[in-house]
Structures are given as structure tokens and as C-alpha cells.
């Protein structure tokens, strides 16, 4: 399990945040959102479930544009 932190474009209100935190938790892989905020997120994730690619293609789908942070 890895913590990861991406950053999130898109986000301006809470019910953004909430919807980001919701489709983050629907992705496989996805153990734990563990932080939500305007501009970024930050979950435990399970390299071997998942890929992190998939993840961030969910958040893109919906119109927030993500990318891991460095």
C-alpha cells in the first residue's frame, strides 16, 4: 500500500471536493481517500490492483484534470 498525492484541477466549492472524494473511492486500487482539498487529493493505494494511470483517467473523464505531484 502507497500513499499518493495528485495534484487536481477543476475544484472551486465543496461539492467538487465531495466529487472528486467520490469518484476516487469508486476506483480499484483506491483503499482510502485520506484527504480532499480544493487543488489536490491524497489516498492509500494498492499498486498491485490497480494502475495509477486509471485513476487518474477517472478524474480526467470528469472533467477534473489530475496528475501526480512530484
Do not use: Y
Not at 33 to 57: C, H, M, P, R, Y
Amino acid at each position: 500500500m502507497k500513499e499518493i498525492t495528485i495534484s487536481v484541477e477543476g475544484m472551486s466549492c465543496q461539492g467538487c471536493v465531495k466529487s472528486v472524494a467520490r469518484i476516487l473511492s469508486k476506483q480499484e486500487g483506491v483503499k482510502e481517500v485520506k484527504s480532499v482539498e480544493i487543488g489536490q487529493a491524497t489516498f492509500a493505494f494498492n499498486e498491485d490492483a490497480q494502475n495509477i494511470d486509471d485513476v487518474l483517467a477517472a478524474l480526467n473523464k470528469a472533467k477534473f484534470p489530475a496528475k501526480l505531484t512530484e
